[in-house]
Antibody, heavy 119, light 105 residues
Framework: EVQLVQSGAEVKKPGESLKISCKGS????????IGWVRQMPGKGLEWIGI????????TYSPSFQGQVTISADKSINTAYLEWSSLKDSDTAMYYC????????????WGQGALVTVSS | DIQMTQSPSSLSASVGDRVTITCRAS??????LNWYQQKPGKAPKLLTY???SLESGVPSRFSGSGSGTDFTLTISSLQPEDFATYYC?????????FGQGTKVE
């Protein structure tokens, strides 16, 4: 069974750093892109970026370039989303998802990780 | 970036109704168009991919159509569990942008 399991909810202060994780299981982790999606409270879905775990090839949305870092450790089947200095506006639910197949649709999703940034 | 525009933003429907949601891309996305359903507090769920292919396990009352810039998601007979928000997404070129969502209530 394909599963993506994300790390738990986080409460941080502005300016702090954070790295959240997404662990894949039940499939060949290095063969599929992993994407990250943001959903701010009461809002829609926003595509942050994708990574190919086999070689860590990464593409960011221009809206998020320089604001976050996506990485992966293929030895432990885990992808990461990282902030070096959080802002209040980073408060959101963050999902990881697998892009399956040539059509690149997100066919499996993690359960989401709620990040709350507040002073 | 390719902009994805859904209409309507929300709609009111009853069980048994035929529901149609449209999605327009600012430039051609070929057939790289996906539809997701999201219920409150849950992760999105893939319904259709490549414009018209039904994801495994998704009921056949859901169907997708279109190509190029204009796409449609149709629910042939709305069921109680279908009240949710629906998003289109293009995966033709990065960033793989989403529409703003359509709430079915």
């Amino acid at each position: 069974e394909v599963q993506l399991v994300q790390s738990g909810a986080e409460v941080k202060k502005p300016g702090e750093s954070l790295k959240i994780s997404c662990k894949g299981s039940g499939y060949s982790f290095t063969r599929f892109w992993i994407g990250w999606v943001r959903q701010m409270p009461g809002k829609g879905l926003e595509w942050i970026g994708i990574i190919y775990p086999a070689d860590s090839d990464t593409t960011y949305s221009p809206s998020f370039q320089g604001q976050v870092t996506i990485s992966a450790d293929k030895s432990i089947n885990t992808a990461y989303l990282e902030w070096s200095s959080l802002k209040d506006s980073d408060t959101a639910m963050y999902y990881c998802a697998r892009a399956g197949g040539a059509d690149r649709a997100f066919d499996y999703w993690g359960q989401g990780a709620l990040v709350t940034v507040s002073s | 970036d390719i902009q994805m525009t859904q209409s309507p933003s929300s709609l009111s429907a009853s069980v048994g109704d035929r529901v149609t949601i449209t999605c327009r891309a600012s430039q051609s996305v070929n057939y790289y168009l996906n539809w997701y359903q999201q219920k409150p507090g849950k992760a999105p769920k893939l319904l259709t991919y490549a414009a018209s292919s039904l994801e495994s396990g998704v009921p056949s009352r859901f169907s997708g159509s279109g190509s190029g810039t204009d796409f449609t998601l149709t629910i042939s007979s709305l069921q109680p569990e279908d009240f949710a928000t629906y998003y289109c997404q293009q995966s033709h070129e990065t960033p793989w942008t989403f529409g703003q969502g359509t709430k079915v209530e």
